[in-house]
């Protein structure tokens, strides 16, 4: 049972550029491996008795484009359970902001990872929970009487796609600290334009969208032959934002060396 059409499942992802519409989250709906970690989440209840739930509204706009926003998981059980503080108003000012900087068109590299969340909400079986009382008939002679009948929904699991064994993706130093990388500069960039981009909106996605058309792959996927090219184009975004500027100005450094990564990671640091 499919929570809306593939069509607007497709314009939620394009605008949404595949991360959680919460402020400040950079968690994808889709990872790049295949694994669907978002959720289609109702700004207006779907069922009575859901948060934020309108009996005045059509079964047709509950399911529509304007009454839905993908969350990663954590926000999404965040915004139903402080009601108080995440209202319709609040909800639709954060779709709107958020979806100001997506793409009109699903961009052709997000067509493999809509794909995965379209086929999660597929892979759904309906499950059914009666209590004493009433009485439910499903296609046969036989009945189930229950006060109360609740139907719940249980995903089957679907298999993540394992990245090649000479991609980054494959090597966990390697894709630990381009992960760092990348952390550093969404978080170095949000804090002010680089100086060739001053009118550019900037969302994380927009990095990842680069790195796909310098090196003609995804993150993950991208070989390990060309890994101390993918750190150098990082260090080079790094240094360019207006922090990483100031920092080299004042002979500070902008991210730690590969070598110097490891040993944090072996707790080998002697700082």
Sequence with gaps: MRTCSESVLKRLFALSNNICSFPNCDIKIVQETGTVTGEISHIKGKYPGSPRYDPNQTEKERDSFDNLLLLCGIHHKIIDRQTDKFTVEALQNMKDEHEQSGNIKLPQDFARLVKYLIDSLNHIKPHIEANNGSQVICD???????????????????????????????????????????????????????????????????????????????????????????????????????????????????YHTFDEHLGKLRGNTRN
């Design 140 to 254: 046969s002679p036989g009945a189930i009487q229950a006060k109360n009948v609740t139907i719940n929904t249980v995903k089957k699991s679907i298999p993540s796609i394992q990245p090649p064994l000479d991609s980054i993706g494959a090597s966990i130093d390697m894709r630990s600290y381009i992960e760092y990388l990348i952390n550093r500069y969404i978080d170095w960039r949000k804090q002010g334009p680089t100086s060739d981009k001053l009118l550019r909106p900037f969302n994380p996605s927009m990095l990842h969208r680069d790195i796909m058309k310098k090196f003609g792959a995804r993150v993950n996927l991208i070989s390990q032959n060309r890994f101390a090219d993918l750190v150098i184009y990082l260090q080079e975004r790094i240094d360019n934002t207006i922090k990483g500027k100031n920092w080299r100005s004042q002979s500070k450094r902008n």
